[in-house]
């Protein structure tokens, strides 16, 4: 099973990108809560979406109101909505399929003036 994220690239603050995560046909997507992290320079890589299999969001309090998490079954496809991008969102975005503990390779984010 493989997940490709893309949908990376540098912006400005307040800003928006949208990332997205494909997942190969062999990955059990229907079955799977997904999850959105971010890894900034010199930090551990943090959780900050969450999507359940029938696309219940929770996020962390530093996205919450700015990002939203979607998905759509029926393509293997996993989004992530980022508006009003701040400076302090600069890092490596992975997507995470909990059934299976499958991580992409990450795209980077990096948001300045």
């Known amino acids: 099973g493989q997940l490709v994220e893309s949908g990376g690239g540098w912006v400005q603050p307040g800003g928006s990108l949208r990332l997205s995560c494909e997942a190969s046909?062999?990955?059990?997507?229907?079955?799977?809560?997904m999850g959105w992290y971010r890894q900034a320079p010199g930090n551990e890589r943090e959780l900050i979406a969450q999507i359940t299999t029938d696309g219940i969001t929770l996020y962390a309090d530093s996205v919450e109101g700015r990002f939203t998490a979607s998905r759509d079954n029926a393509k293997n496809m996993l989004y992530l909505q980022m508006d009003d991008l701040k400076p302090e969102d600069t890092g490596v975005y992975y997507c995470?399929?909990?059934?299976?503990?499958?991580w992409g390779q990450g795209t980077q984010v990096p948001v300045s003036s």
């Open positions: 046909p062999d990955v059990m997507f229907n079955y799977s809560a």
């Open positions: 995470k399929a909990y059934f299976g503990h499958l």
